[in-house]
């Protein structure tokens, strides 16, 4: 399968060499020990943007009170249908508020001391899909 705007890039080829893929999106994050010198590039920058947005409860950031997510608020809460909803629409208002992503599909189950949030999503420049898992613990924090 062809990428728009590249011709002759494969996407999922069988043979042992990666197709080449320039680096689009650059960024540096002090939370991912593995990469280099800080350094993320394209698809996992996209992916440590997003969990950095669902690691803060929205109302934390200085001069920025909209930036996070209510899902913090809402581990304690009973899981009824409004509250899914509510968690719903926080999860595709944050995933769709980067325009390298969009939100295909979210599911909210209840765990063990905390909430599941199971997120289909499609990384618009590489017409990627996949689905993120992400554990909101009362006690641990998001994993």
């Not at 996407?11 to 320039?22: A, E, H």
């Not at 199971?118 to 006690?139: G, R």
Request: charged fraction near 15%.
């Amino acid at each position: 399968m062809a990428v728009q705007g590249y011709n002759n890039l494969q996407i999922g080829s069988t043979n042992s060499q990666k197709p080449f893929l320039p680096r689009t999106y650059k960024g540096f994050s002090t939370v991912n020990s593995n990469s280099i010198k800080g350094s993320l590039y394209d698809l996992t920058l996209i992916k440590q943007d997003l969990i950095n947005q669902f690691y803060i409860r929205k109302g934390e950031k200085l001069e920025n009170p909209e930036f996070g997510t209510i899902i913090w608020d809402m581990i304690f809460e009973p899981l009824t249908e409004q509250t899914k909803s509510l968690i719903v629409n926080d999860v595709t208002v944050i995933v769709n508020s980067d325009p390298r992503i969009k939100s295909i599909q979210t599911i909210v189950t209840q765990v063990k001391l905390g909430l599941q949030i199971e997120l289909t999503l499609m990384y618009v420049p590489y017409n990627i899909q996949e689905t993120m898992q992400l554990t909101f613990d009362q006690s641990n924090g998001i994993s």
